[in-house]
């Protein structure tokens, strides 16, 4: 193989590991909530959620994504994610934070076949009568987060408390080294 047919490859390989770290936080972004509500407004006397009510939330919880899943443990505000897309695997470490806006950010460097990449992806929180709206902070749409009277539909079901992240996060950390030493052979080659 030429050298110049190992850089085309690697830069391919390097393009979808990319997008999929930058799908990843669409992924978390619930688009199929805010689809099934695109023109939702936000009532008026909605108010910002506090610090403590987003903690109480999302702490030791695991957001389940179509493709993974992301953990927010109570130690020290960790934060850890794995996806594994159709454009192959990524992980995430890194922390999550909350403050008095409504606002909850995960903070963390993503890893792919193609290197390490930090993101901070923030989630807008409103409440009313029980009531969560939820919309990512640059760009997202409003949607309700969790009803005055959960019903299985609501994103805030995907929140559970085992531990979905930790385990596959070895396997996956485990298959992106093997990957990323496959890859430095070939470009050596």
Known sequence: MAPSDNIIRLLARASAATLAIVAVFGLAAPASAAAAEPSLKMPAKARPMTAFELYQLYRDRSWQWPDGAGRMQDANRQFSAWVDGAKGPSW??????????????????????????????????????????????????????????????????????????????????????????????????
């Open 92 to 189: 995430a470490e890194g922390r999550w934070t909350v403050d008095d806006a409504g606002r909850l950010c995960l903070d963390a460097t993503w890893h792919a076949a193609n290197g390490k990449f930090p993101a901070k992806t923030c989630f807008l929180h409103r409440v009313l009568d029980n009531t969560i709206y939820q919309k990512r902070e640059s760009g997202g749409a409003w949607f309700v987060f969790r009803h005055g009277v959960p019903n299985q539909a609501d994103e805030a079901q995907k929140l559970v408390a085992s531990d979905l992240v930790s385990q596959r996060l070895s396997v996956v950390k485990a298959t992106l080294n093997t990957s990323n030493a496959e890859l430095r052979k070939e470009a050596v080659q």
